[in-house]
Nanobody
């Protein structure tokens, strides 16, 4: 089992920045990739960014150039630096970890961007 604990959400004005963190524990040697997803009220959960164990990254078009995902393998932690935040970025952000035959999710952290 892999446990994921997110932190760093909050309320920020449009144009501001936040950094989310996700610490993984338990079976972390099996993690192939980690990422961030988000879900706004009444909408489906959507991909924000992912990063593989080798450091390859993938971003949703809506966040390219504004968000950066990074990973500290020694700390088993993945980060999401969010800059130039927009009201439409308001969502619950979920950390995700993928191993062979399983996917794990964190409990989510709220990000609210005011206009």
């Amino acid at each position: 089992q892999v446990q994921l604990v997110e932190s760093g959400g909050g309320l920020v004005q449009a144009g501001g920045s936040l950094r989310l963190s996700c610490a993984a524990s338990g079976g972390t040697f099996r993690i192939n990739s980690m990422g961030w997803y988000r879900q706004a009220p009444g909408k489906q959960r959507e991909l924000v960014a992912t990063i593989t164990s080798g450091g390859s990254t993938n971003y949703a078009d809506s966040v390219k150039g504004r968000f950066t995902i990074s990973r500290d393998n020694a700390k088993n932690t993945v980060y999401l630096q969010m800059n130039t935040l927009k009201p439409e970025d308001t969502s619950v952000y979920y950390c995700n970890a993928r191993v062979i035959l399983a996917t794990y999710w964190g409990q989510g952290t709220q990000v609210t961007v005011s206009s």
